[in-house]
């Protein structure tokens, strides 16, 4: 893989090639400021001050007695001033005009990724926002988006950077009726299109079983037709969604290996194709038995991780001595 195929996956770089294909979305630069934030994991979690006085969180309950306990009292020893939240005045402006133009919603991704790991902080449990303040906080609580920030290129064989020279923000329209069953993603390799893929494996969806062959038609048609004339690597992958009314959109590209997740195939299986003769292999989940639970990715992965030495197993081993200590306490006879 080489930097320039990299490069080409950023929407800002596609989408102007593919908007009357894809879903709607404005991009904007972000200041360097706001990457440092972004990037920013040695001091406190602030969010940024908005100007609108808006709230990531609407709905909590306002407590200054908890306040109170992150002020530092006179004469404590700490003589540190307090840190002030940052503030991006001008770049929440461009954003809240962006969000109403496209009808209210939005959900964020930057360059190459969206901080799909941080929906579980979101007051609705996706990735859905409304406000700066609710991208910000979605953006600064993700784990994933380091690989933007720091990693892109680290599987580049022609490596000379670690990360791009500007970053963007990209905001892509909600759509509330979303099928999540109707994403796939697909597999190029030598500009044919080799594997199709159900996007959403944690779930068996019974009409994906009725609708295959016909799915398989529309996305194959939609790529000799579009994608492969217009996009000039040898080797990638495309997410699409095919709407209700049987049009595909584009969604997002990805490079060949490397971060991109193969979901129901292996790169090595992926790696031996095409060959002469081969047709296109085209994998969903075919009953609730064959779910990967494992690929959900709107949740930290700790959350998912209960290996030796992870966050779940050192909770358990946790959980368990304070139950023996509990057991073996005078009072647990009482």
Same mark, same amino acid.
């Given at each position: 893989m080489k930097e320039e195929d990299v490069n080409r996956c950023q929407i800002q770089e596609w989408y102007p090639r593919?908007?009357?294909? @894809?879903?709607?979305?404005?991009?904007?630069?972000? %200041?360097?400021? *706001?990457?440092?934030? /972004?990037?920013?994991?040695?001091?406190? !979690?602030l969010l940024p001050v908005s100007i609108s006085n808006e709230d990531a969180f609407p709905?909590?309950?306002?407590?200054?007695?908890?306040?109170?306990?992150?002020?530092?009292?006179?004469?404590?020893?700490?003589?540190?001033?307090?840190l002030s939240p940052p503030s991006f005045p001008e770049l929440e402006l461009k954003i809240k005009e962006s969000i109403e133009t496209l009808g209210g919603a939005i959900f964020p991704k930057l360059n190459w990724s969206a901080p799909k790991d941080s929906a579980w902080i979101s007051t609705s449990g996706?990735?859905?926002?409304?406000?700066?303040?609710?991208?910000?906080?979605?953006?600064?609580?993700?784990?994933?988006?380091?690989?933007?920030?720091?990693?892109?290129?680290? @599987?580049?064989?022609?490596?000379?950077?670690?990360? %791009?020279?500007? *970053?963007?923000?990209? /905001?892509?329209?909600?759509?509330?009726? !979303?099928?999540?069953?109707?994403?796939?993603?697909?597999?190029?390799?030598?500009?044919k299109l080799v594997g199709i893929s159900q996007r959403e494996v944690t779930t068996f969806y019974p009409v994906l079983c009725e609708k295959k062959n016909d799915l398989e038609v529309l996305i194959e048609e939609f790529f000799n037709g579009i994608v492969r004339l217009k996009f000039e690597s040898n080797d990638y992958t495309f997410d699409v969604y095919v709407t209700q009314d049987e049009r595909v959109k584009v969604l997002d590209f990805n490079p060949w290996g490397a971060f991109t997740l193969p979901l129901l195939f292996t790169w090595e299986e992926l790696e031996q194709k095409p060959r002469e003769g081969d047709d296109l292999d085209f994998r969903i989940v075919e009953s609730r038995c064959a779910v990967q639970p494992g690929l959900k990715t709107a949740v930290p992965y700790d959350y998912l991780d209960v290996s030796a030495g992870s966050g779940w197993d050192q909770f358990l081993r946790n959980a368990g001595e304070e139950l023996q200590r509990q057991t073996k306490s005078p009072e647990a006879g009482a």
């Open positions: 593919f908007k009357l294909v @894809s879903t709607r979305t404005f991009i904007h630069e972000l %200041p360097e400021s *706001f990457v440092q934030y /972004l990037l920013d994991d040695l001091g406190p !979690f709905n909590r309950i306002h407590n200054p007695e908890e306040e109170e306990d992150y002020q530092v009292s006179e004469g404590s020893g700490d003589e540190a001033e307090p996706t990735l859905r926002c409304t406000t700066f303040s609710e991208i910000a906080l979605l953006l600064r609580s993700s784990d994933s988006l380091i690989h933007d920030l720091c990693h892109a290129y680290d @599987s580049c064989s022609d490596k000379t950077m670690s990360r %791009p020279p500007n *970053f963007f923000l990209a /905001l892509r329209k909600w759509y509330p009726s !979303f099928q999540p069953e109707m994403e796939f993603r697909c597999f190029v390799r030598d500009q």
